[in-house]
């Protein structure tokens, strides 16, 4: 398939010599990589590799404790997690994490908030410029509803949802900040082999909006299916790159999931 | 009874009952239910304006009838000065709202039960210093104000003025809550209140929509401390205990976090309750009121531990 090998674009984000320490223990260490502006990228690993903490560093949770992270040259680290997102990078939990009590319409609309300005003035004195941005946010939510395929649930509070709908709806309320990279954090954790496979035609589909996936994805049918490239991290380094191909071969990758005697 | 609250008119109808409601007390002589009735608009104002901070935003917030003190205080000590007492009640707004803000800026980074006790411990300071800087407010003894009759082509009587004035008030209070909700702002704290991680890493720059739904809730605070200092006459420290900053806090609890309508109810039910027992049955009734508080918090968390009247949230139209 001419998709999975996409001529590399431009570098979108570039990520040197990054490191996460919590005190001596070194969560991400020495991190050197770099994402082509189109690809689907996964991030794989045994447990307790670093790959969560090197998502939350990208996306500000943690500052980091060394290195650089370059997003269309510009540094990331350093900067507040919502001035993160309007740059354009967006991201979706391990551990959902919706906004519970709210519509999953409200939810995605939330997820406009960068994109939009109407601040006090405009809400109190209802001004035609804060009803007709109301509009666009409204009619904007409701097609990434549809887009990931729960345009009939755009009422129902987020907590009733069903699980599968709830980590859609999470890639929704990303995309909805219009973001130029989207990484997913275990995205099919907990889905059975049709919901996964649903969701790999989702991720497909957002690439083909133009947006960049980074990926963290423990099924291997999955890593295999979807993505162009895999980096594979162990002990907070990444011990390996490649194709999905490639890497699944590659003896030290062998070695991190199966011990030494599995690789030998 | 969710079709009455949904009723596109209910609000007016309420608003227009409560707007007749001391001319129908006047001519049945009962004109101490308009006291009292002024006195649930002026907790009705308190628990909207802390509805900004716990509702929406979720902060917990133990000390809030401070912000209430200071706006009485700027009142009187601003109408004592001299200042119209219209522009003494714009004054004690602003007033309010900027020792509100210098107070968010500096605590804002705690959450949950160690905000609760910060506030709290604000709370008895604002009320200490007041009882004791005795060259501006004139400690324990109070401070006396100089009467101002607004709406007087309404009504000769203080009471039924102040209850208009008051009202109103409360209408205004309920439009622009209402308006800010349903919006970009709304959603924000709400957001913020649900997850607060997840609503960074959508977009939102929380500690600048903490800071202003913080701030914002003085606006209200103030404003009702202000209506109270200009219709007493008289403010002493002894009106802004801590047993106050409960009960507007139960009020938003109890009526449901973060619903309009349910602060509205709260403030009546456990403002206008107690006052309204010891008028029908006898002034021995003022001594049970705690205990009648307390069987009312046990009720509502047995029964209806998400508010007498719980937030809804809008529905979008879904077909087009």
Do not use: C
């Not at chain 1, 998709?3 to 984000?13: D, F, I, M, N, W």
């Amino acid at each position: 398939m001419s998709a999975k090998t996409p001529s590399p674009g431009r570098v979108l984000l570039e990520v040197k010599d990054l490191a996460q320490h919590f005190g001596g223990l070194k969560a991400v260490d020495q991190v050197n990589l770099s994402i082509h502006e189109g690809e689907i990228v996964s991030v794989i690993g045994p447990n307790g590799a670093g790959k969560t903490t090197f998502f939350n560093v990208l996306t500000g949770v943690y500052p980091g404790t060394r290195g650089e992270i370059l997003f269309n040259g510009q540094e990331l680290r350093g900067m507040a997690g919502h001035d993160i997102v309007a740059v354009g990078v967006a991201r979706t939990f391990q551990n959902i994490r919706l906004f519970a009590h709210m519509t999953a319409l409200e939810n995605v609309m939330v997820g406009r908030h960068t994109r939009t300005v109407q601040f006090l003035l405009g809400p109190l004195l209802r001004t035609a410029a804060f009803k007709n941005e109301e509009k666009a946010v409204e009619l904007m939510a409701k097609e990434l509803l549809e887009f990931v395929g729960l345009k009939a649930l755009g009422n129902e509070l987020a907590k009733n949802l069903p699980y599968g709908a709830q980590r859609k709806l999470e890639i929704a309320r990303a995309l909805a900040s219009e973001p130029k990279l989207l990484i997913l954090d275990e995205p099919t954790a907990g889905m059975n082999p049709t919901e996964s496979q649903d969701l790999v035609t989702l991720v497909r589909k957002v690439r083909e909006r133009g947006v960049t996936v980074l990926l963290i994805e423990h099924q291997m049918r999955v890593v295999m299916d979807i993505s162009d490239r895999v980096f594979v991290f162990d002990y907070g380094v990444k011990i390996a790159e490649g194709k999905p191909k490639e890497v699944v071969a590659n003896a030290r990758v062998i070695e991190a999931y199966l011990g030494k005697e599995g690789a030998s | 009874m969710k079709k009455i609250l949904q009723w596109r008119w209910t609000p007016w109808v309420a608003l227009a009952l409560a707007a007749l409601f001391p001319f129908i007390a006047g001519a049945i002589e009962a004109n101490y239910l308009v006291r009292v009735g002024g006195v649930i608009g002026l907790f009705m104002l308190l628990g909207l304006g802390l509805n900004f901070t716990l509702g929406y935003a979720g902060l917990f917030d133990l000390g809030f009838i401070a912000f209430y003190a200071i706006g009485a205080y700027t009142t009187a000590i601003a109408m004592r000065a001299g200042v119209p007492a219209p522009f003494a009640l714009v004054l004690a707004v602003l007033v309010t709202t900027a020792f509100r803000a210098l107070l968010g800026l500096t605590i804002l980074r705690l959450r949950g039960d160690y905000l609760a006790v910060v506030t709290m411990g604000f709370g008895e300071i604002a009320r200490l210093t007041i009882n004791n800087l005795d060259s501006l407010t004139n400690g324990p003894k109070g401070l006396q104000l100089a009467p101002w009759r607004p709406l007087s082509f309404l009504s000769s009587d203080p009471n039924v003025q102040y209850y208009l004035l008051i009202l109103a008030a409360v209408a205004g209070g309920v439009i622009a809550s209402n308006r800010l909700e349903d919006s970009r702002v709304g959603r924000a704290w709400i957001a913020i209140r649900e997850d607060e991680i997840a609503a960074r890493l959508s977009g939102i720059p929380v500690r600048h929509y903490k800071l202003l739904a913080f701030t914002l809730s003085a606006a209200f605070a103030g404003l009702a401390g202000g209506l109270f200092a200009q219709w007493e006459q008289f403010v002493t420290p002894e009106s802004f205990v801590f047993w106050e900053s409960i009960l507007v806090v139960s009020i938003v609890v109890l009526g449901g976090m973060g619903s309009i309508a349910g602060v509205l109810v709260g403030a009546l039910v456990l403002v206008g309750f107690p006052p309204l027992m010891q008028w029908k049955l006898s002034a021995d009734w003022i001594n049970y009121r705690y205990l009648f508080f307390g069987l009312i918090l046990v009720l509502v968390t047995l029964f209806r531990p998400q508010g007498i009247l719980p937030s809804s949230r809008r529905e979008a139209e879904l077909t087009s």
